[in-house]
Structure formats: C-alpha cells, structure tokens
C-alpha cells in the first residue's frame, strides 16, 4: 500500500486554466504538507495543516488554495495556472515534528507543465 | 542568507571512493536535522537524522557541529548506486516544517 498517494503523476494544462491535486495519507500521521520543487530542484515548503488546519501559508500566491476535508486528506487547488506555475509538486505527512527522530514521508509528485 | 546552505556539486566520483559533503543552516534554535535522499525523478526520501554526538548508518556517517551551525555526510566506498541528490534537511523553528537545502549531486562512476 503506497503510504502518500498524489494524483494525478503528470498535469499538462493551458496558461489560464484551473487545476486542482489531490493527496492522501494512510500513515495516520498528523500534519501533511505542499512543497514545491522547481526546474532548478529547489524543494520549498508551501503550506502546512495539522489536523485540517492550516499553520504555514509561506509566501504563496492566492492563486493557490489548499483545503484539507480531514486530516488523511490535503488537496491543492490553482486558479489561472501561470507560466511559471510549472514544476513538480510534492506532498508529504509526517508526525508531530518536535520529535527528532520524525520522518517525513513524501508522495511521487505531480509534474504539472502550463503551456 | 539562506537557511540551509550546500554545495551543489556535482560531486564525480570512482566507485569505493570515500566523499562528504557539507551543509550550514542559519538559524542557531534548530533542533532536528536529517540527511533525505531524493533519485532522479523520485521523491525525497530519509536517509538519516543526524545527533548531536555523531552517528553512522554503515557506510554513512553523519555529524552536526552546533557551535558552527554545520552539518555534514560522508560516504565511505561508494557503490554505483549511491549516486543520488542529497538533501540538508532543518526543522524550522516553530517546528511545523522541513526546510530543505537545494541538495548535492554525487555521481559514483565504474
């Protein structure tokens, strides 16, 4: 059983459009998370919920709105998907991080091209 | 200055050859660092925490100087299938995220 599982694994879209990713978790961990991993592979946190509720919003454009139904469950939605939207996004969940020992673990990534 | 901080690389080595590579992190509050592992086209994954007293995982050995805020990996006797991005990995000081380096790229050869 995959532990992160994010669909879809490929996203090609026209400038404009708006699509959404959606992500599970079947670890029963508490927090999950958005990262975003540039064409200079750069991995960059986007936002953080515990419990469903959101607690890093880093500096994202409003474009980009995340909505977790349950804490198994954080979906990304973007609106009027830009140029530079493309890249491959990644979520991941991991357990209460003030444990040092915590392993975050990531799903397979969603390449998302805007033509 | 950047929270995690490392060389780019890449890193060309022969196989059984020995490698580190480092890392520095701006932020003297954190707490909790790792070594992830992240293949072509994959997602990253843990290779190791890293203590405050040094620790080794078979061929990888991992040691956090707090005092210069530096991290570092070294790989002894690298096999081909060591070759991989590997990330410096942080928590933030609030605790609610990895912040991850823009990762090292070693390429073992035969």
């Known amino acids: 059983d995959t532990a992160v599982s994010q669909t879809p694994k490929y996203l090609v879209t026209q400038m404009g459009n708006d699509k959404s990713i959606k992500c599970e978790q079947n670890l029963g961990h508490d927090t999950m998370y958005w990262y975003k991993q540039d064409s200079k592979k750069f991995l960059k946190i986007m936002f953080s919920?515990?419990?469903?509720?959101?607690?890093i919003n880093e500096t994202v454009p409003n474009r980009f709105s995340p909505k977790s139904p349950d804490k198994a469950h954080l979906n990304l939605h973007i609106n009027s998907l830009e140029l530079g939207d493309s890249a491959v996004y990644f979520c991941?969940?991991?357990?209460?991080?003030?444990?040092?020992?915590?392993?975050?673990?990531f799903g397979q990534g969603t390449r998302l091209t805007v033509v | 200055r950047k929270e995690v901080e490392q060389d780019p690389g890449p890193f060309n080595v022969p196989e059984g050859a020995t490698v580190a590579f480092n890392c520095t992190y701006s932020n003297s509050a954190s707490q909790s660092f790792f070594w992830y592992r992240q293949d072509c086209r994959k997602e990253p994954k843990l290779l190791m925490s890293?203590?405050?007293s040094g620790n080794e995982d078979g061929r990888f050995t991992a040691q956090l100087n707090r005092a210069s805020q530096y991290i570092s990996l070294l790989i002894r006797d690298s096999k081909l299938s060591d070759s991989a991005t590997y990330l410096c990995?942080?928590?933030?000081?609030?605790?609610?995220?990895?912040?991850f380096g823009k990762g090292t790229t070693l390429s073992v050869s035969s």
């Open positions: 991941a969940s991991s357990q209460d991080l003030g444990n040092r020992n915590t392993e975050a673990f």
């Open positions: 990995v942080v928590i933030n000081q609030a605790g609610t995220a990895l912040i």
């Open positions: 890293v203590y405050s």
């Open positions: 919920y515990n419990n469903k509720e959101l607690i």
